[in-house]
């Protein structure tokens, strides 16, 4: 209800503040109406307009009478009529100078005028496309302070020369490649430009090239000069090929040139075109006057009454009252409320302002500061009532886009002496992982990052936080925490619980504190530690697991990323399996799976990787790669070993072809006791690497042969019996393929089309 409330007294509000808004741009818009109607720039019954130009007075039409202009032709706007809408000329349509604007307050007229080119083509010389531009201005000067002189090409030379052949100018641009041009940019390199000198009424262009573009024709077969307003022109690369600023905007002074300056024209008073409130100027550029309006009043100045009061009151941005404004003809004054004194101008613009008589200052401070801490505790009030708002809504959100109603309705139906996973909230992982601190890391991998956690019963936990979740794939997700929280294996890291109220999937396992096999395996202060013993229990324990989630769970399990880095160990050095983040659920009723291949390179399984077709022998092939490892000692691939002994898994079969097994067992087992068993262990470890999935054992029957080998170690009288008659060791025949990608990556996912990217490393028998 409060929040119905709140959202209610948010609605007033916004609709105030729209009327405000709405009302403001009425206000302004019948303002700049009103401004509009009193500017008028034209004398009463002459065309005020050409097209799209207002023609101010003292300029005119040809079409209008003589009194609506200075009979001069500089002053004379042809119309061309025979277009829509009609087009404005200088002069006459044969000038080709159309006029964009005029400005009285400024002095200026915009016209528009041709680009110079000069092209070439294989034959060379190419003067049909080529033209060479001369404009003349006789009484109007072009702005030296609003005008570029510009050239385009690689291969440039142009020149600027004034009618009166006083001077000439120019500018060179020369570029060998186009990888050397920066578009926005005209320094020279694909583009130049140079300013415009004062008093110049006319101009002819030229173009040279030094090579005829010769080199340069696929991207730059001509060059181009042009005179244009600053600011009107962008360069291009691909102007090199074709110069698309066609219109091009030059800036022009005027003034009345009847005198030359303002005291000339003062002395006859009859032609003296400057009319009431108004101010003579001579002209910077050229030569005559110019009329402006004075301060406080706008208009056209060479009009009788043309400039009028401007009411500064109207509009804020004029006046610099803080207080009330009065306008005044020319001007305007400031004065303060009752209750204050002072001149009332604004303290920024030099005045005192209105200050509050001493009386009633504290009434006003008081009144001020109870309204900012409303105010405050308002905003403040909607602001966070919203964030909160926004923020259930996200995990409500995130819950249902993770599939929490799904996992839910599971727990539900779970078996009630089950301990099943339980749904851990947003802030209880924040916390237990002081808002996942970089330090609380212990470990990043494919598919996440793990942070070590504390919850509130003082339980030590393993958190991970995964990456993106396809959302296809949210219902097996679901199936598989329902499943391994299920999970009655002393070798399974267990499961807790999950968090999906986040974007990405949150999952709570128990914490296992020393580290992984891979670390014990390949760290010389540890492997020594690691007797034959300890690793064929490990051995058996992994072995057992990858049995069990084949043929005991509910639903089997296909790990799909058994390795050395994926088993923990506990202190006592008892296995733990992890990382169930690319296992897949198999139906009881498919014995196979077509998958996107994933895995981790030097422990995938290459049938699989060819087929794309996901079993159970894929983590056969893997585990052998394990058993490899706890035999040598070795990383299943890397790129410090010579090429041969990239892939463990191809050296070692290639070593047992040619016998040479207890040349690459790690030191740390090979003595006479043990050698009859390794020599066990590498024959199974050479049946798991079948390439054939067929040809492989299934776990059920690796796990009854370790049981075999370790009821051996632990009853040395039994060495004698073979374990297993029915299996014999045969060196393999066919040729085996181990892969590797081709930048080393160790652990990813593949698409069919990726294949052609991955090179075969070692070539073996089987």
Same mark, same amino acid.
């Not at 009979?71 to 829509?84: A, K, M, Q």
């Not at 060479?132 to 006789?138: G, H």
């Not at 001493?358 to 308002?378: A, H």
């Not at 042969?705 to 060495?719: C, D, F, I, Q, Y």
């Given at each position: 209800?409060?929040?119905?409330?709140?959202?209610?007294?948010?609605?007033?509000?916004?609709?105030?503040?729209?009327?405000?808004?709405?009302?403001?741009?009425?206000?302004?818009?019948?303002?700049?109406?009103?401004?509009?109607?009193?500017?008028?720039?034209?004398?009463?019954?002459?065309? !005020?307009?050409?097209?799209?130009?207002?023609?101010?007075?003292?300029?005119?039409?040809?079409?209008?009478?003589?009194?609506?202009?200075?009979?001069?032709?500089?002053?004379?706007?042809?119309?061309?009529?025979?277009?829509?809408?009609?087009?404005?000329?200088?002069?006459?349509?044969?000038?080709?100078?159309?006029?964009?604007?005029?400005?009285?307050?400024?002095?200026?007229?915009?016209?528009?005028?041709?680009?110079?080119?000069?092209?070439?083509?294989?034959?060379?010389?190419?003067?049909?496309?080529?033209?060479?531009?001369?404009?003349?201005?006789?009484?109007?000067?072009?702005?030296?302070?609003?005008?570029?002189?510009?050239?385009?090409?690689?291969?440039? *030379?142009?020149?600027?020369?004034?009618?009166?052949?006083?001077?000439?100018?120019?500018?060179?641009?020369?570029?060998?490649?186009?990888?050397?041009?920066?578009?926005?940019?005209?320094?020279?390199?694909?583009?130049?430009?140079?300013?415009?000198? /004062?008093?110049?009424?006319?101009?002819?262009?030229?173009?040279? !090239?030094?090579?005829?573009?010769?080199?340069?024709?696929?991207?730059?077969?001509?060059?181009?000069?042009?005179?244009?307003?600053?600011?009107?022109?962008?360069?291009?690369?691909?102007?090199?090929? /074709?110069?698309?600023?066609?219109?091009?905007?030059?800036?022009?002074?005027?003034?009345?040139?009847?005198?030359?300056?303002?005291?000339?024209?003062?002395?006859?008073?009859?032609?003296?075109?400057?009319?009431?409130?108004?101010?003579?100027?001579?002209?910077?550029?050229?030569?005559?006057?110019?009329?402006?309006?004075?301060?406080?009043?706008?208009?056209?100045?060479?009009?009788?009454?043309?400039?009028?009061?401007?009411?500064?009151?109207?509009?804020?941005?004029?006046?610099?009252?803080?207080?009330?404004?009065?306008?005044?003809?020319?001007?305007?004054?400031?004065?303060?409320?009752?209750?204050?004194?002072?001149?009332?101008?604004?303290?920024?613009?030099?005045?005192?302002?209105?200050?509050?008589?001493?009386?009633?200052?504290?009434?006003?401070?008081?009144?001020?500061?109870?309204?900012?801490?409303?105010? *405050?505790?308002?905003?403040?009030?909607?602001?966070?009532?919203?964030?909160?708002?926004?923020?259930?809504?996200?995990?409500?959100?995130?819950?249902?886009?993770?599939?929490?109603?799904?996992?839910?309705?599971? *727990?539900?139906?779970?078996?009630?002496?089950?301990?099943?996973?339980?749904?851990?909230?947003?802030?209880?992982?924040?916390?237990?992982?002081?808002?996942?601190?970089?330090?609380?890391?212990?470990?990043?991998?494919?598919?996440?990052?793990?942070?070590?956690?504390?919850?509130?019963?003082?339980?030590?936990?393993?958190?991970?936080?995964?990456?993106?979740?396809?959302?296809?794939?949210?219902?097996?997700?679901?199936?598989?925490?329902?499943?391994?929280?299920?999970?009655?294996?002393?070798?399974?890291?267990?499961?807790?619980?999950?968090?999906?109220?986040?974007?990405?999937?949150? *999952?709570?396992?128990?914490?296992?504190?020393?580290?992984?096999?891979?670390?014990?395996?390949?760290?010389?202060?540890?492997? !020594?530690?690691?007797?034959?013993?300890?690793?064929? %229990?490990?051995?058996?324990?992994?072995?057992?697991?990858?049995?069990?989630?084949?043929?005991?769970?509910?639903?089997?399990?296909?790990?799909?990323?058994?390795?050395?880095?994926?088993?923990?160990?506990?202190?006592?050095?008892?296995?733990?399996?992890?990382?169930?983040?690319?296992?897949?659920?198999?139906?009881?009723?498919?014995?196979?799976?077509?998958?996107?291949?994933?895995?981790?390179?030097?422990?995938?399984?290459?049938?699989?990787?060819?087929?794309?077709?996901?079993?159970?022998?894929?983590?056969?092939?893997?585990?052998?790669?394990?058993?490899?490892?706890?035999?040598?000692?070795?990383?299943?691939?890397?790129?410090?070993?010579?090429?041969?002994? %990239?892939?463990?898994?191809?050296?070692?079969?290639?070593?047992?072809?040619?016998?040479?097994?207890?040349?690459?067992?790690?030191?740390?087992?090979?003595?006479?006791?043990?050698?009859?068993?390794?020599?066990?262990?590498?024959?199974?470890?050479?049946?798991?690497?079948?390439?054939?999935?067929?040809? /492989?054992?299934?776990?059920?029957?690796?796990?009854?042969?370790?049981?075999?080998?370790?009821?051996?170690?632990?009853?040395?009288?039994?060495?004698?019996?073979?374990?297993?008659?029915?299996?014999?060791?045969?060196?393999?025949?066919?040729?085996?393929?181990?892969?590797?990608?081709?930048?080393?990556?160790?652990?990813?996912?593949?698409?069919? !089309?990726?294949?052609?990217?991955?090179?075969?490393?070692?070539?073996?028998?089987?």
């Amino acid at each position: 209800m409060c929040a119905k409330r709140v959202e209610g007294r948010t609605m007033v509000i916004r609709e105030l503040l729209l009327k405000v808004v709405v009302l403001g741009t009425l206000l302004g818009l019948h303002h700049d109406q009103i401004a509009e109607a009193d500017d008028l720039m034209t004398k009463s019954g002459c065309r !005020s307009s050409c097209g799209h130009l207002v023609i101010p007075y003292p300029f005119g039409s040809t079409d209008s009478s003589i009194d609506c202009r200075i009979d001069h032709p500089s002053f004379t706007v042809y119309c061309d009529n025979s277009t829509n809408p009609p087009v404005p000329y200088l002069y006459d349509i044969s000038s080709n100078m159309t006029i964009r604007n005029i400005s009285v307050e400024g002095h200026e007229m915009r016209l528009t005028v041709w680009t110079g080119q000069d092209c070439y083509n294989s034959s060379g010389y190419d003067g049909s496309s080529s033209n060479y531009p001369s404009v003349t201005i006789s009484e109007f000067p072009l702005s030296s302070t609003k005008n570029k002189f510009t050239a385009v090409g690689c291969d440039t *030379l142009a020149a600027f020369q004034d009618h009166g052949g006083k001077y000439s100018f120019g500018c060179m641009s020369l570029c060998g490649n186009n990888s050397e041009i920066n578009d926005g940019s005209c320094s020279g390199i694909g583009c130049c430009e140079t300013s415009i000198p /004062r008093d110049t009424f006319g101009y002819n262009i030229s173009i040279w !090239s030094f090579s005829n573009h010769s080199d340069l024709l696929d991207f730059n077969p001509c060059s181009y000069a042009f005179v244009a307003e600053i600011g009107s022109y962008n360069f291009s690369f691909g102007d090199l090929r /074709r110069l698309k600023f066609k219109d091009i905007p030059i800036v022009v002074d005027w003034a009345i040139i009847e005198y030359k300056n303002c005291e000339e024209a003062k002395k006859n008073s009859t032609s003296y075109m400057c009319t009431k409130n108004t101010n003579c100027t001579d002209a910077e550029n050229g030569y005559g006057y110019k009329c402006t309006c004075l301060k406080g009043y706008r208009g056209n100045p060479y009009l009788k009454d043309g400039c009028h009061d401007i009411d500064e009151c109207v509009n804020t941005t004029l006046n610099q009252c803080e207080g009330k404004c009065h306008n005044i003809e020319g001007s305007y004054t400031c004065s303060c409320p009752k209750g204050y004194h002072g001149d009332g101008k604004k303290r920024g613009g030099g005045g005192q302002g209105c200050i509050a008589n001493p009386s009633n200052l504290m009434k006003i401070l008081v009144g001020i500061t109870m309204g900012i801490i409303v105010l *405050l505790f308002g905003i403040g009030f909607l602001y966070f009532g919203y964030k909160k708002r926004k923020l259930i809504k996200l995990k409500e959100q995130y819950f249902k886009q993770n599939g929490g109603l799904v996992l839910q309705q599971q *727990l539900q139906e779970c078996d009630r002496t089950t301990k099943a996973a339980k749904l851990f909230s947003a802030e209880e992982l924040e916390k237990a992982t002081n808002n996942y601190d970089e330090r609380r890391i212990i470990g990043r991998g494919g598919h996440g990052t793990v942070y070590k956690g504390l919850l509130p019963n003082n339980m030590v936990v393993a958190i991970k936080k995964s990456k993106l979740v396809d959302q296809s794939q949210i219902e097996e997700f679901i199936n598989e925490v329902i499943v391994l929280s299920q999970i009655n294996n002393r070798n399974v890291v267990k499961l807790l619980g999950c968090c999906l109220e986040t974007k990405v999937p949150l *999952l709570v396992y128990e914490f296992i504190d020393n580290g992984t096999l891979f670390d014990h395996l390949h760290n010389p202060n540890k492997s !020594s530690k690691l007797s034959w013993e300890t690793r064929l %229990r490990i051995a058996l324990e992994t072995a057992g697991v990858l049995s069990y989630l084949h043929y005991t769970a509910s639903t089997p399990i296909i790990h799909r990323d058994v390795k050395s880095a994926n088993i923990l160990l506990d202190a006592n050095y008892t296995a733990k399996v992890s990382d169930f983040g690319a296992s897949r659920l198999v139906p009881l009723d498919q014995k196979q799976l077509s998958t996107m291949v994933q895995g981790t390179m030097g422990y995938l399984d290459p049938e699989y990787f060819h087929t794309n077709q996901l079993t159970e022998k894929s983590d056969v092939y893997s585990f052998g790669v394990v058993l490899v490892e706890l035999l040598t000692g070795k990383k299943a691939l890397s790129f410090d070993r010579p090429e041969e002994e %990239r892939s463990l898994a191809a050296y070692f079969l290639s070593s047992l072809k040619n016998d040479e097994l207890f040349q690459i067992v790690d030191e740390v087992i090979a003595n006479e006791e043990n050698n009859e068993q390794v020599r066990e262990v590498a024959n199974l470890a050479t049946r798991c690497l079948k390439i054939k999935g067929e040809e /492989r054992p299934t776990m059920k029957e690796v796990t009854m042969e370790l049981e075999g080998l370790r009821a051996m170690v632990n009853h040395p009288w039994v060495s004698g019996i073979d374990v297993n008659p029915e299996e014999t060791f045969h060196l393999p025949e066919e040729k085996t393929e181990v892969y590797m990608d081709s930048i080393g990556t160790t652990s990813t996912g593949y698409t069919d !089309s990726m294949k052609k990217h991955v090179t075969p490393l070692v070539t073996s028998g089987r």
